[in-house]
């Protein structure tokens, strides 16, 4: 039994010295001459920049702003009105126009919209104010 337990002991040494100091395997060397040449590659790389109407993030379209077309306004010559004074209104019980009184260069006259005195022509008017039109000018006057 000693000589059966000694090979079995032994064996197992076998094994873990042959693992420990393995032997070098037999390589045959061989001789590859390379070389490397690389082809040259001559493509150009073209490309084109083109307007972009979309906003990438948000999607929503891009309007360039137009320049704004400057309109030169005429200058009109300084209108110097006459004295015009508004007084108050008249109007009848059971109609709605309404007669305003309205002093033009001191001298009152009564108005309807529309009407024409001295150059100075009624265009609009309430119980506070009124609105009149002299030489294409227009003026608000509020009652005095």
């Given at each position: ?45 073209t490309f084109s920049i083109r307007v972009v109407n979309r906003d990438p993030f ?49 001298q009152q006259n009564l108005m309807k919209i529309g009407q024409t005195i001295n ?24 009652k005095a």
């Open positions: 039994m000693l000589a059966l337990v000694l090979a079995v002991w032994g064996a197992i040494a076998y094994r873990i010295v042959s693992t420990i100091n393995p032997s070098a395997p037999d390589v045959a060397q061989q001789n590859f001459e390379v070389s490397f040449s690389p082809k040259t590659n001559i493509e150009v790389d948000l999607g929503t379209l891009l309007v360039k702003n137009k320049p704004k077309k400057t309109i030169r306004k005429t200058v009109q010559p300084k209108i110097t009105w006459l004295p015009v004074l508004y007084h108050g209104s008249i109007s009848k019980q059971n109609t709605k126009t309404k007669v305003f009184i309205i002093s033009v260069s001191g150059g100075v022509k009624l265009i609009r008017g309430n119980n506070n104010s009124v609105t009149v039109s002299y030489k294409g000018a227009r003026k608000t006057i509020n």
